[in-house]
């Protein structure tokens, strides 16, 4: 646990920083490089063009290493406005080699902008200097992050222990700190239970912290449920395991149930030292036989007898949300064969939450509110892919809040449970309903960061900007590191037409937060109003080293180049765009016209094509594909395009005077002057038809 939480400068290096450091992830398609320089440790993602040459060379320093190196250790990166995120490769220590991060082995990962948030360190680390005023914003770490899992994670505050220890007290040392092996069995499981009983990776439904509290406010020596309440995530049919579930599977053991509450984690593990692999076998061996009589396991063997008990009654397995990592399956049985515990993982839509027995005893309110808090209580992002859930817990809380409506009920349950409200209604985008669950959650709590910065996004998506410019600034004005917010004000200062003053306020996010995205692309927006095209195609690249996906870069660069004859560097852009999105009409005909114009007449209708049999092509594609066929005077080709043009908008005047004229370039006169008439009809002030016209009737 010492070695949980480190920065560079004190991890021992164990990777391979120097042979075996370059790998290709193929499923996403980027290549990494991990590199050990002046003590610092680094990154480096990039792609290979056409000449194999290095493009979007993106690289981060790692600020701390997580992970003792027994299993596995990954790399954070703390920013300016105090948000740690993750960096995508880890290194793999049974393997001995580098590879994908957990949950990053997938073709669209979140490469280096996974943000961390509180709950995650809590159980990698001691407690983080954090201001309570802030506290609010789970990504927020405002100071450098302690090394390790400390003695008071366990031990409680030790400041009173370590004054009498510098004093030479020795009468009251003992009774100055904490010590969970005088406290009661529940007690002690307690302390391991703050991180081993999180039954699930997965952030919906595993545990609710209690309004008034925050992550880090739980201590030794009181009851888990006054801080916060634990549920089991229920998944039909799947028997996988996971990182954090020990004490879960523990107490589904038999050997749990039968020892009266006896048994604990501290029953097996010393968690003040790690026993050595080589020894570790007759260690737990031995833990075993002080429960188990070896004269009554008749059917074992006497190699059984004197071997690894785990091996049988814990096999060891891969997680499912692991990959490279075995971990002990710590629900001691009877294992056929002895094989992984681990089988495949059910659909995440089965996903429920579920009380705990030890919190069963809650009043019927309080279940209503905190089962509805398992529920939403997960990003808005990840609440938006799940609305069946969604609806679970605004169902919950709206139930909740009607039987407590006439009962004096903790402000802070009420004001949380519309928050949460808010959060399901902007979920299903029903923003009426969210603005109002967020007004009044910040009625009965004004001071709260999320509903005030959720309300301005409500706001701005209305159309209302003052009220969104007043619900951002509120925000800034606790915490004025608050990027989402001064994003909002960018944006807002953009859409009334004050482009310097939304500059401003984006390239102040992106100093704040470099992986800012979505500010660097919006000050290129503001480039390309202006036509400063150099300036416009440096930020482009930068978004692009940040994420070499982002499609509305690869398309406003292809464009920009294209617009400069870049012909072949244009159509790079836009054959990337059309490997990522293939749904987008608008890509095909950029790349048709590119096409076109490298006089490669048979590759600019080929692209056409493509569009029409995948089902993308609507009125301009075929219009543009008639056009083609037009100008090779290839008549009966341009009519058959015209013609699809113009069931996608038979009121195009546009398309029926160039379907009118190939008619006519083939002798139909009948049907090319009805298709004019029809022109001059629907466009009186279409001289050019009307001449034509005249021609043809003479």
């Avoid at 990166?77 to 994908?100: A, C, D, F, I």
């Avoid at 595993?206 to 009181?222: A, L, Q, Y």
């Avoid at 406003?556 to 749904?583: I, K, P």
């Amino acid at each position: 646990m010492g070695r949980s939480w480190m920065t560079p400068a004190t991890a021992e290096v164990i990777e391979d920083y120097s042979k075996n450091n370059t790998f290709y992830h193929e499923k996403s398609g980027f290549y990494y490089t991990m590199l050990r320089q002046n003590g610092n440790l680094l990154q480096r993602r990039y792609l290979l063009d056409s000449n194999k040459q290095p493009v979007y060379v993106h690289e981060e320093e790692a600020s701390y290493v997580v992970g003792s190196g027994n299993h596995a250790r990954s790399y954070l990166r703390h920013h300016p406005n105090g948000v740690v995120t993750q960096l995508p490769v880890t290194w793999y220590s049974r393997e001995k080699r580098w590879g994908m991060s957990p949950g990053y082995d997938v073709p669209n990962h979140l490469d280096f902008s996974r943000a961390v948030p509180q709950g995650c360190v809590f159980c990698h680390t001691a407690y983080p200097r954090l201001l309570s005023e802030r506290i609010e914003d789970s990504h927020y770490f405002p100071s450098p992050i302690p090394e390790g899992i400390g003695c008071e994670r366990c031990h409680g505050p030790g400041g009173a222990h370590v004054q009498l220890a510098s004093q030479g007290e020795s009468e009251q040392l003992r009774q100055s700190i904490y010590n969970p092996g005088r406290d009661t069995k529940e007690a002690q499981s307690t302390v391991c239970y703050q991180c081993h009983m999180e039954v699930s990776v997965d952030s919906l439904g595993t545990r609710v912290i209690k309004p008034g509290e925050d992550v880090f406010s739980f201590r030794p020596g009181r009851l888990f449920s006054s801080y916060a309440i634990q549920f089991s995530v229920e998944r039909p049919g799947a028997r996988d395991f996971q990182v954090v579930q020990h004490a879960e599977l523990m107490e589904a053991s038999r050997c749990f149930q039968a020892s009266a509450g006896r048994m604990t984690c501290t029953s097996c593990h010393d968690p003040h030292r790690k026993v050595s692999s080589n020894y570790a076998p007759a260690y737990y061996r031995q833990r075993c036989l002080e429960c188990h009589d070896a004269g009554k396991l008749t059917r074992h063997t006497a190699v059984q007898r004197s071997g690894d008990c785990s091996q049988c009654h814990m096999p060891r397995g891969v997680p499912a949300n692991g990959g490279h990592t075995v971990f002990t399956n710590h629900r001691v049985g009877i294992y056929s064969g002895g094989g992984s515990a681990a089988s495949r993982r059910s659909a995440r839509a089965a996903i429920r939450p579920a009380l705990r027995d030890a919190d069963r005893s809650l009043s019927e309110d309080d279940k209503l509110f905190f089962l509805g808090a398992a529920y939403l209580d997960a990003p808005l992002e990840e609440l938006m892919g799940r609305p069946d859930l969604v609806d679970k817990g605004i169902q919950l809380l709206n139930d909740y809040l009607h039987s407590v409506s006439a009962k004096s009920v903790n402000p802070l349950y009420l004001s949380r449970a519309e928050a949460l409200l808010g959060k399901g209604y902007q979920a299903l985008d029903k923003p009426a309903e969210a603005a109002l669950h967020y007004e009044n959650s910040l009625k009965l709590n004004d001071r709260q960061l999320l509903p005030a910065y959720s309300l301005g996004l409500i706001s701005a998506g209305r159309g209302e900007l003052s009220l969104a410019q007043r619900y951002f600034s509120q925000v800034l004005q606790r915490f004025p590191e608050h990027v989402p917010s001064i994003h909002g004000l960018g944006a807002l200062a953009e859409a009334a037409g004050r482009p310097d003053e939304a500059v401003r306020h984006f390239e102040h996010a992106i100093r704040l937060f470099p992986g800012s995205l979505a500010s660097l692309y919006r000050v290129a927006q503001i480039h390309l109003r202006r036509q400063e095209s150099e300036k416009a195609m440096a930020e482009l690249q930068e978004c692009l080293s940040l994420n070499p996906k982002y499609l509305p870069a690869l398309l406003d660069l292809g464009h920009l180049y294209s617009q400069q004859n870049r012909l072949s560097e244009s159509r790079g852009f836009f054959e990337a765009a059309l490997g990522l999105d293939a749904t987008q009409e608008e890509i095909y005909n950029a790349l048709s016209v590119v096409a076109d114009r490298q006089g490669n007449f048979a590759q600019s209708v080929a692209v056409l094509q493509l569009a029409a049999s995948r089902g993308v092509a609507g009125e301009v594609t075929y219009m543009n594909l008639g056009n083609l066929y037009a100008r090779k005077e290839d008549f009966p080709k341009a009519i058959q395009a015209f013609t699809l043009a113009s069931t996608k908008n038979p009121q195009n005047p546009k398309v029926l005077f160039a379907l009118g004229i190939c008619y006519l370039k083939v002798g139909n006169i009948v049907k090319g002057r009805a298709l004019l008439e029809q022109v001059v009809q629907l466009d009186p002030q279409n001289q050019e038809a009307k001449q034509i016209l005249k021609q043809v009737t003479r």
